[in-house]
């Protein structure tokens, strides 16, 4: 498990820093499974977690939703039959902030 499990949000200002090319690859050694891509200009991480039926990936998708609240940092999640996608990135600087890849960690630790 990745120490990024162990730490906590820090709040969104929209004057924060973007992570850096070099912390972007350092980070993402932490989340492999996770697929760092632009969309409409901002970097945003994703994942497509898989399950047996509508009603397992519901469930997660409320553990994602708990996990959002509790960091107070909230991803787009959408609920498919067997599958949810979970996309994350920080609104307020339009990119990638440090909180998205500990949130990217504390969604992976759903599934332990
Ligand atoms: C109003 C603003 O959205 C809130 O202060 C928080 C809530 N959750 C958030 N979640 C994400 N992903 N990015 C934010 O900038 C953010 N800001």
Redesign the pocket.
């Known amino acids: 498990m990745s120490d990024l499990t162990q730490q906590k949000c820090e709040a ?1 200002r929209a004057d924060a820093p973007q992570v850096s090319e070099q912390e972007l690859a350092e980070l993402m050694r932490d989340i492999p499974d996770w697929v760092p891509q632009v969309r409409d200009g901002v970097m945003q991480l994703e994942r497509e977690f898989k399950f047996k039926n509508f009603k397992l990936a519901w469930a997660f998708s409320n553990q994602v939703a708990e996990l959002a609240e509790a960091e ?4 787009s999640i959408l609920l498919e039959w067997g599958k949810v996608t979970v996309t ?5 600087i339009n990119g990638l902030h440090k909180n998205d890849f500990i949130c990217a960690a504390k969604t992976d630790a759903l599934l332990k």
């Open positions: 969104c107070f940092h909230h991803p994350w990135w920080t609104h307020a």
